[in-house]
């Protein structure tokens, strides 16, 4: 087969055959025609097929003959677009821009999903068409709302509406030529944005409507049965069902059409459906990998970020130049004019007059006087007619019976509610109006009933549920408009929702309203001598109308009688109404156009509407059309939409004939993407009798009401005026017609000139209103008396709306009549036609390049395959991060979508925007079908659906981030500076009057009797002889009951007898090491004096988890390996533990030391205890695993160790007397010194509670201190976490218990980190009902090189004289964004990047601390962030390495200033922080020093050549969203990865992903590359209760950690 042969197609030519494999695909044309138009266009590059004609290879392009033969087979079967978006044009510019892409290949890493995730949102599948908004009897009508991409349809069950026809773009033939590549434009390509809706069931129809409508479609749609898409690919199912087509690659992925068509082919059975698809999801750990591109890459995580690494390599755009300062040194780029950009260049624009508004002579003084006269002299005119859903005449209205029925409904609202004395309405009162869509003579009935009562109705729309989107907003509208009575009809009323009782329930943020049902049965008829007031036309407001804004508040529009009146007046005179016309009304009557013309303007003029409910449209979209003919109407009111409807389905009708029609309003024809519509329309339709002078588009809005319409014109007069604008000079603001580029062009149809009687300008969109130059879009305000007059009760925003006095460039206002703002971009172009360009509410301002919504809803709704999305419905709106606005797309996507297809469409989406619109989009989301929040009459409701993405409760199923390729604003990277020397920094310092940042605790003081001992076996001993009964240690079971104690000479009997068995059995010499594997208690106290008895080294280790051996055992082991243990000591449990199957399966028996238990001890004691010689010879190893996942070891000589516990007596103030509860793990740092060596030295007793028993009892710990009545605890941060989060609940029902914390005077959190301030705050607070005071809380601090340097002892209960330890730890607010520049600067409490530190204790006796620059090693200055530097007599004397690595033992324990005072030996401890001198002073009379510890230069990350604490940008993100519990964040090359555990439905897992990256990017101004979801428990947490995050990210990178979604971030 000829297509088999690798020969490469030139761009333009795959992107056809892409093009007409998918009409292929879709019905859009026969197997024959598709071959013959592919031989066509493969005809130049393959060898010739006999017969073929030469000469027609050479045409690239297709020509369209406009026969009406092929003009059925080109209709497109898949309705899901909205009409008004639809563009030849912009389809082919779309196509070329991702031809263009399609060069530079993009290869987007696709997002891991969890197995459950995929599935779950490919079951949505099939739902049935939305019945989402009550019942069709009630026909709450459809139309769509004015917001960014509110495009809403039905694609009718399978069928579906079809496009308009190709033949629609010929008629801009000259436009066209000159917007695209200046060729003739034939328009194959129109296929892709085709089709919009067909029908809507979209307030309510229920699907039967849809059906009945696809069955219509079924007929005239030439589905062919089975597509050979290729003769060599497997045939796919009957596409009745209209699944989405294969995704069509060939758009840009592989070199040749049919390895593309190939490359798909991955998962599909042979004929399989999409049932069989979705039974093979890709995305858990499969082996292979789709990426964006058809590439298949292993899935190994690793694999996706090199390609996401090598994605971000790719050029940028040009980088931005000035800056300005953000409040500080970080500059954040401020966008710059392009000095090349477009400017205006034209001179000052005029305003433009309408003619005079001529007022006739029988022209009614006012509306009532209207309806009065009508219903009096004619009263049997017809005034509305409305229909059913089958098109049948329901009811006819007549003048007189509107008449009667006004005036009784007047008569009811002013004397039959309330009583006589307390009216509840009275004249110049607001009530609601609230009237389905299928009602319009109910409403029309109380509207002029309120006209005539002098009461001001407010029209609304029925509220559906209780929480119906927006219609808490137009509660607050109602309440603010003090609305007391609601009316109503007696369907509407019964199909209103009603609580048990049958009362209708407050809806949410309403006021409390009474409701009035208007059916003349209900009413008492008015008496003959009652008659209302009818005056002439003035000043009262006659009626509101709701406006919905940008951010989803709702505003009433208040009209006066007066512009009521002339509006009318105006319109009767542009559109030439007569009396007796018959108009067909499409539109919602109860505001906008349909209000103006089809209720108001109708009445003044005696006029016959004609009333299409929705109901009918979404039944037969032919329904108007047939109503013009059959009451040969002169007039109709349609939008852009309604147009679409009826070609989809005009086919069948043989006996049309518009040739009545002499005008057809096109409600939003200034919306630009209507234009094709109306152009389609008429190319059908000519051929009917419609004229083309009839299409009448016109622009209108809220405030301003009618601000623009064009006229019927006479025959053979000068035709519309069309602008084919370039989009790159609209998004600078300035109006160039055609660009260079030919892809990103808008074309505009006029909206006809000025109203009659009015004024109009256009004014700069931002800022002082003034005129915009001639070719300068700005925002139209117009200047006369028929427009709203006020905001209902919002005094500023009406005096900006209202009231603004245009200004000429010289700063004179050009009228001294107020101008009111359209909120519709545009201007005047020639001949005095009016065009608009968009929306000021649609607008969004990125870059300082001005885009719209809309047109930016329409390129992604022409990318390929455009059925992808539901029913057209996209929303496009922007947030601000990071100080510019970020463009935000999020579409429903059809339920049969494959994961493929969604990721193939959103990068495509990306494409189209960025090379036509040359912006980025910061966020795509897809949403299953039928999940966004939608207006009343179906469209999407804009503002709450940003609002659910920014408080992520959006639940998008995929979710594209390009945060790398939007921010272009970020703060420079820093650049380091050439180091100044340390010595000139000193003098530096010294100049400035900064001290050097050094401080030491107080001095070790004289020496007590227990201090002579050098060895702690020798204190042991004294103690044993001195004191022999007094209890040293006390351990509590889970119960709270105490499991064992000890006394001095129990320890020291127990003691020897091990040293005994270690001789005896163990054989061992004098320094051997040996590993104590014990559960924390009393064992493992005894066995590590039972060592020292022995001359034995003893390391104390962490025994293996029981339920987790393959992960615990083989730390023990290497543990023991790396510490050269000889022998290990521990109980029998743990003996049979290690023998078990599960432990030998993790580590080999064979392959320990000697294991002994210790349970049964010989009876004989060892002929004589060891005495070491030399004081500086080992005591003990303290080996730890620190956050980074490195296994350290220090060495603790005897000297060390004595003074250690010395320095801590000395601080604590410990003697025997005293009792301490100690709830830590006695493995490592301070908590091992403190459980095991302390009492012994000081006498005092310690209540052990080991931190494991807390997860039975977490009321343990505190029972313990209230119990014991202790003075001083010590606890970890996990043990604090737990009770924090274990007894939040329940501190009433402890204290009840009698637990009492009012004794302690100080709780000590033993740590190696910065504090954790919130932790200890909520602590503290937490527990403060049950005494505890808030000053007890303190932490300590230590590392590897000297396990405690810092630990604020207790504050409380003395005075100051008597020579307490020290002043209240002290928090400081400091400028976080300084610190990334090892800066410390303070800031106030609350200020914006401030970050609380708290002081991490009060400084060692003996101990010394300097801060010294990192690099350098010079010394810092005051409040300089740099390495904390140590010299103390109990500083570790080294690493235990295996290796002896002597180059990093001499830096870390040996360090030596490279300046200033060089003599003087430090140890490094790897922590960043500072030192700051207070205002306390301490016992000594000293000034206190506070040390800060910021966090661990290992973990610091460099990124931007500037310095991130993880924890920092942890906290950012844990606030973001209730559903994230955990999180750790890493780096890998440069990309920064955050990993959040979600506590919640992993359905919310995606919603995290944006809420993530914004707040890293506002607060820490990074862009995260990675946002990985796991479930709760992922991150591994070590026994400190840190977090280890290298562990984190070697699992992440070997694919362990099976999360629940991973997102690039592009």
Known sequence: MADRDPVPLPAEVRAKLAELELELSEGDITQKGYEKKRSKLIGAFFPQAPGMDPSMGQERRTPVTPSSSSRYHRRRSSGSRDERYRSDVHTEAVQAALAKHKERKMAVPMPSKRRSLVVQTSMDAYTPPDTSSGSEGEGQGDGDEEEGGDCEEEDGGGGGGTSSSREGSISMEHWISRAIHGTSSTTTTTSSTASSSSSSTRSGGSGAAGGRLADVLAQHVHISAHHHLRHHRPHHHHKTENHSAPPDVTGYTNSTANAATDGIQVERAPGAGPAAQRQTPKYGNAELMETGDGVPVSSRVSAKIQQLVNTLKRPKRPPLREFFVDDFEELLEVQQPDPNQPKAEGAQMVAMRGEQLGVVTNWPPSLEAALQRWGTISPKAPCLTTMDTNGKPLYVLTYGKLWSRSLKVAYNLLHKLGTKQEPLVRPGDRVALVFPNNDPAAFMTAFYGCLLAEVVPVPIEVPLTRKDAGSQQIGFLLGSCGVTVALTSDACHKGLPKSPTGEIPQFKGWPKVLWFVTESKHLSKPPRDWFPHIKDANQDTAYIEYKTCKDGSVLGVTVMRIAMLTHCQALTQSCSYTEAETIVNVLDFKKDVGLWHAVLTSVMNMMHVISIPYALMKVNPLSWIQKVCQYKAKVACVKSRDMHWALVAHRDQRDINLASLRMLVVADGSNPWSISSCDAFLNVFQSKGLKPEVICPCASSPEALTVALRRPVEEGSTPPGRGVLSMQGLSHGVIRVDSEEKLSVLTLQDVGSVMPGAMMCA????????????????????????????????????????????????????????????????????????????????????????????????????????????????????????????????????????????????????????????????????????????????????????????????????????????????????????EIGPASVMVGNLVSGKRIAQASGRDLGQIEDNDQFLFLSEVLQWRAQTTPDHVLYTLLNSRGTIASSLTCVQLHKRAEKIAGMLAERGHLQDGDHVALVYPPGIDLIVAFYGCLYAGCVPITVRPPHPQNIATTLPTVKMIVEVSRSVCVMTTQLICKLLRSKEASAAVDVRTWPPVMDTDDLPKKKPPLLYKPSNPDTLAYLDFSVSTTGMLAGVKMSHTATSAFCRSIKLQCELYPSREVAICLDPYCGLGFVLWCLCSVYSGHQSILIPPSELEVNPALWLSAVSQYKVRDTFCSYSVMELCTKGLGLQTDSLKSRGLDLSRVRTCVVVAEERPRTALTQSFSKLFKDLGLHPRAVSTSFGCRVNLAICLQPHRLGKLADQGTSGPDPTTVYVDMRALRHDRVRLVERGSPHSLPLMESGKILPGVRIIIANPETKGPMGESHLGEIWVHSGHNASGYFTVYGDEALQSDHFNSRLSFGDTQTVWARTGYLGFLRRTELTDASGERHDALYVVGALEEAMELRGMRYHPIDIETSVIRTHKSITECAVFTWTNLLVVVVELDGSEQEALDLVPLVTNVVLEEHYLIVGVVVVVDIGVIPINSRGEKQRMHLRDGFLADQLDPIYVAYNM
């Open 763 to 978: 004014v700069k969109p931002e800022g002082v209103p003034q005129l915009c130059k001639a070719d300068e879009i700005g925002e139209i305000c117009v200047c006369t008396v028929a427009t709203g007059t006020s905001y209902y009760g919002l005094a500023g925003m009406t005096k900006n709306t209202f009231e603004v006095f245009p200004t000429s460039n010289n700063g004179a206002p050009i009228s001294e009549f107020p101008f009111t703002r359209t909120g519709l971009l545009g201007f005047i172009g020639p001949a005095g036609l009016i065009f608009v360009a968009g929306k000021m509410d649609g607008l969004m301002v990125v870059g300082g390049r001005r885009h719209n919504a809309d047109d930016i809803v329409a390129t992604a709704l022409a990318v390929e395959p455009m059925k992808f999305v539901y029913r057209g419905r996209i929303a496009v709106f922007s947030i601000t991060v990071l100080h510019d606005e970020r463009i935000v797309v999020v579409a429903e996507q059809r339920p049969d979508s494959t994961e493929e297809d969604s990721f193939q469409w959103m990068s495509r989406v990306l494409q189209a925007i960025d090379g036509i619109h040359q912006v980025g989009v910061y966020c795509l989301a897809l949403v299953p079908s039928n999940t966004l929040p939608k207006t009343p009459l179906g469209g999407i409701h804009l503002s709450e659906t940003k609002q659910l993405f920014l408080e992520g409760a959006l639940h998008p199923c995929n979710v594209l981030m390009c945060p790398h390729t939007c921010v272009t604003n970020l703060p420079k990277p820093r650049q380091k500076q050439p």
